[in-house]
């Protein structure tokens, strides 16, 4: 078959399984760059055997709901590659954002010198590999209750070249039990609530301790905010991923647990909240 018949077929067989139909493409261009072949040369040509099969195998997954990363073992987060599996969360684009959020608060707030971060529940490690990678000043601790997580994590920092200290343990009590404190500390805790009704995609394929944030989701932010203060530095600031509809509990738990504290609360590309910023000892205003 041709590629423009299959990748038509494909596209089909996408919209009868409730799949988004723009997988296929995604897919195929990855495989085709796999080989270093490329799809827009050869759109009209006949789609070699080997290729066919792999790119049907991979495809009868994703008809499944499984995730094309998992098929892939790979997904690109701020333009590096990830190895990816059922033990840690897909990162997600919007985390990218908190990224570039983070790497500008480093600019504004430290802007020379080493700084200290940490990432807590750093999963495939995309966040702490990222924020390491952009700038070189950085001092990047990274930490996880999983150590199914965690060794994947530590592959990603090995293939990415980055050099990050890793510890296992549940949210702050290794850096407590190891003293240490910091003028970044970052999250992006499981934020969804217990009860809430997901895609199969996520639900059926990614680990659940990666997701849920107890009853009302929060409950990973509330166990940070009562212990940051031993964790952090005089003048530091936290940043943090959240739910687009956190908003309101959000800035009361801030608010309740941090009054000392000056915080705001960014939204992402879609115009959704996503991201909370969190500062202890400094001013908050980006210039
Ligand atoms: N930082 C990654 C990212 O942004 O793609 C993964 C974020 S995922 C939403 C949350 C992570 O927190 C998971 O890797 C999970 O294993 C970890 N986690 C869950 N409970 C934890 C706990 N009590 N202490 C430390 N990490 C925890
Ligand atoms: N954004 C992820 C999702 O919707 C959840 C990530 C998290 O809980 N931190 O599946």
Same mark, same amino acid.
């Not at 995609?201 to 203060?229: N, Q, T």
């Given at each position: 078959m041709r590629f423009c018949d299959i990748v038509r077929l494909y596209e089909k067989k996408c919209e009868a399984a409730d799949v988004p139909a723009e997988t296929v493409l995604a897919f195929l261009v990855e495989l085709t760059n796999q080989e270093r072949y490329s799809l827009y040369l050869h759109y009209e040509d006949e789609m070699p055997e080997d290729l066919q099969k792999t790119f049907e195998e991979g495809m009868k997954r994703i008809l499944n709901q499984e995730p094309m990363a998992h098929v892939l073992g790979y997904s690109w987060f701020y333009g590096y590659k990830f190895i990816v599996n @059922?033990?840690?969360?897909?990162?997600? @684009?919007?985390t990218e954002e908190l990224c570039a959020g983070i790497l500008a608060r480093i600019d504004r707030h430290f802007p020379k010198g080493p700084v200290s971060c940490v990432d807590i529940g750093?999963?495939?490690g995309a966040i702490a590999i990222t924020v390491s990678k952009e700038e070189p000043r950085v001092v990047m601790d990274a930490t996880d209750i999983s150590e199914s997580a965690l060794e994947t994590a530590v592959k990603n920092a090995e293939v990415n070249e980055a050099d990050i200290h890793f510890l296992s343990g549940d949210m702050l009590e290794p850096l407590k039990k190891a003293g240490k404190k910091y003028d970044v500390l970052i999250s992006n805790p499981p934020y969804i609530p217990e009860h809430e009704v997901m895609e199969t995609s996520v639900v059926d394929f990614e680990p659940h301790v990666a997701l849920f944030g107890g009853e009302d989701g929060l409950k990973f932010y509330r166990m940070i905010f009562h212990d940051c203060r031993e964790v952090l530095k005089e003048k530091a600031f936290m940043a943090f991923e959240m739910g687009w509809n956190q908003r309101e509990a959000m800035s009361r738990l801030v608010e309740e647990i941090l009054p000392e504290m000056k915080y705001e609360i960014a939204a992402d590309m879609n115009g959704k909240d996503r991201m909370l910023y969190v500062y202890r000892g400094m001013e908050k205003e980006l210039e």
């Amino acid at each position: 078959m041709r590629f423009c018949d299959i990748v038509r077929l494909y596209e089909k067989k996408c919209e009868a399984a409730d799949v988004p139909a723009e997988t296929v493409l995604a897919f195929l261009v990855e495989l085709t760059n796999q080989e270093r072949y490329s799809l827009y040369l050869h759109y009209e040509d006949e789609m070699p055997e080997d290729l066919q099969k792999t790119f049907e195998e991979g495809m009868k997954r994703i008809l499944n709901q499984e995730p094309m990363a998992h098929v892939l073992g790979y997904s690109w987060f701020y333009g590096y590659k990830f190895i990816v599996n @059922p033990g840690v969360l897909i990162p997600r @684009p919007e985390t990218e954002e908190l990224c570039a959020g983070i790497l500008a608060r480093i600019d504004r707030h430290f802007p020379k010198g080493p700084v200290s971060c940490v990432d807590i529940g750093t999963g495939s490690g995309a966040i702490a590999i990222t924020v390491s990678k952009e700038e070189p000043r950085v001092v990047m601790d990274a930490t996880d209750i999983s150590e199914s997580a965690l060794e994947t994590a530590v592959k990603n920092a090995e293939v990415n070249e980055a050099d990050i200290h890793f510890l296992s343990g549940d949210m702050l009590e290794p850096l407590k039990k190891a003293g240490k404190k910091y003028d970044v500390l970052i999250s992006n805790p499981p934020y969804i609530p217990e009860h809430e009704v997901m895609e199969t995609s996520v639900v059926d394929f990614e680990p659940h301790v990666a997701l849920f944030g107890g009853e009302d989701g929060l409950k990973f932010y509330r166990m940070i905010f009562h212990d940051c203060r031993e964790v952090l530095k005089e003048k530091a600031f936290m940043a943090f991923e959240m739910g687009w509809n956190q908003r309101e509990a959000m800035s009361r738990l801030v608010e309740e647990i941090l009054p000392e504290m000056k915080y705001e609360i960014a939204a992402d590309m879609n115009g959704k909240d996503r991201m909370l910023y969190v500062y202890r000892g400094m001013e908050k205003e980006l210039e």
